[in-house]
């Protein structure tokens, strides 16, 4: 089968080859993959900047079908539509383990970085517990989302704790971001703006301002972000920042945006091992910031209702769809902030 694999440490190394069909073992099950989603971690590893065991097949964002099972698996049968939490071969035992954090395991090895991925056709997938199912109606395309909206519905809802009648700014209008705003406006928020840059003004700007969850659209590099934030919340500032841009400047913004004892949920990855930080400001305003990483168990079946019933509408976050064969052309555009969401469909 054809897969796309990084095969080497450093920049680059990443191409297309052809592998083996994987095999099971009894406690496993093999996955057809009928849609995979590109994330910014994939990016990441493409230029060297996320931990990773080459040679790996990228891609933890995952939609398929099981299409064969081995014989000590229960309660799935071949032909399942399912998606799966990425927290594979955490060791149980460990303090994160056993207080139901596995997903921040040190021994942890995901699909995409740590053992092979969803970008091919066909895919193994070793803890069938993790596994969850994906209602009818649901398409494989939407179904690709699930992992990186339970990453929202973890952040934002479960850690960022968005409360009724919240005024709510989020920073980065990527997949991420937008899908955050949709979230926060689930979950009672009453006004929710979106932040970016001259940048997302070809496609991501524009994108915004077309969902209806969002109240309000800005570009720092053309409007009073500051002047607009104080008048969008009656000048107490945000009760709620998700920072989804993992900017340098993006940061600093929401420490000055986010009202006194506010809550700010960071999101975004910066790629760099350290940033400036405005400490006295975020320690006179009293904040609550809350570093994220990945998901939690019950972020899973709220984030497959939320797609389902369209809180969270994904549709209109697909930009770019196709087969691995076009790999170079999605990764480029999505990191020239060309593209907002990139499907492979193996």
């Not at 057809?32 to 964002?61: M, N, Q, R, S």
């Not at 689930?186 to 003004?201: L, P």
């Not at 607009?228 to 107490?236: E, I, P």
Request: proline letters at 5%; aromatic letters at 6%; charged letters at 20%.
């Amino acid at each position: 089968m054809t897969a796309l694999v990084k095969t080497a440490k450093g920049k680059g190394f990443v191409e297309l080859k052809e592998v083996p069909v994987p095999t099971i073992g009894n406690g496993d099950v093999l996955i057809e993959v009928k849609a995979a989603g590109i994330c910014g971690t994939d990016l990441h590893i493409l230029h060297d900047e996320f931990p990773y065991w080459p040679p790996v097949i990228l891609g933890h964002e995952f939609a398929g079908v099981i299409a064969a099972k081995g014989r000590d698996v229960r309660d799935w049968s071949v032909g399942d539509r399912v998606v799966g939490e990425p927290h594979t071969l955490a060791c149980g035992q460990c303090r994160l383990c056993r207080t139901g954090n596995r997903q921040l395991c040190a021994s942890k090895r995901s699909p995409g970085w740590g053992i092979d991925g969803c970008f091919a056709k066909w895919m193994r997938f070793p803890e069938p517990a993790l596994l969850h199912r994906i209602p009818e109606g649901m398409t494989f395309e939407e179904a690709a989302f699930v992992e990186p909206a339970a990453n929202v519905v973890h952040d934002v809802l479960e850690r960022g704790r968005v409360e009724p009648a919240d005024s709510v700014v989020v920073i980065g209008p990527g997949p991420i971001g937008l899908m955050a705003a949709m979230a926060a406006k689930s979950a009672g928020a009453a006004r929710v703006a979106v932040a970016g840059t001259n940048a997302d003004e070809a496609l991501r700007l524009p994108t915004a301002r077309k969902i209806a969850a969002i109240d309000a659209v800005w570009n720092v590099q053309s409007d009073d972000v500051p002047a607009a934030a104080a008048k969008f919340t009656d000048g107490s500032g945000a009760d709620l920042v998700v920072e989804a841009s993992g900017s340098e400047g993006g940061i600093g913004l929401a420490v000055r945006l986010v009202r006194k004892m506010g809550r700010v949920a960071a999101i975004g990855l910066t790629g760099r091992a350290g940033i400036a930080f405005p400490y006295d400001a975020a320690m006179s305003k009293a904040i609550d910031f809350v570093f994220n990483m990945s998901t939690s168990f019950t972020s899973w079946d709220r984030a497959i209702h939320l797609i389902h019933t369209r809180q969270i509408d994904v549709r209109p976050l697909i930009s770019h769809t196709g087969g691995l064969d076009k790999w170079q052309e999605i990764f480029s555009a999505l990191e020239k902030k060309e593209g907002l969401k990139g499907i492979f469909l193996p």
